[in-house]
């Protein structure tokens, strides 16, 4: 809804190593705190990365 004031504030996820020759992979959990304010309008950005562990490969 347009005007409509929010924000995001925290996310948690995990990931696991992805190499068949590693005898003994690993979990990894990734927490962020973010404090971003959001204004919805209709002219605004369709897309705001925020980036958990990695990299942002969308552009």
């Known amino acids: ?3 409509t004031t ?3 504030h925290q996310a948690t996820a995990a990931s696991c ?3 068949p020759a590693n005898e003994y992979p690993a979990c990894h959990v990734h927490q962020q ?3 971003v304010p959001v204004h919805v ?8 990365p925020l980036v958990l ?3 942002d490969d969308r552009g």
Do not use: E, I
């Not at 309008?41 to 705001?48: K, Q």
């Open 6 to 8: 929010s924000g995001l």
């Open 1 to 3: 809804m347009p005007g």
């Open 17 to 19: 190593d992805d190499d």
């Open 33 to 35: 705190d973010w404090g």
């Open 41 to 48: 309008t209709a002219d605004g950005a369709s897309r705001l």
């Open 53 to 55: 562990a990695g990299m």
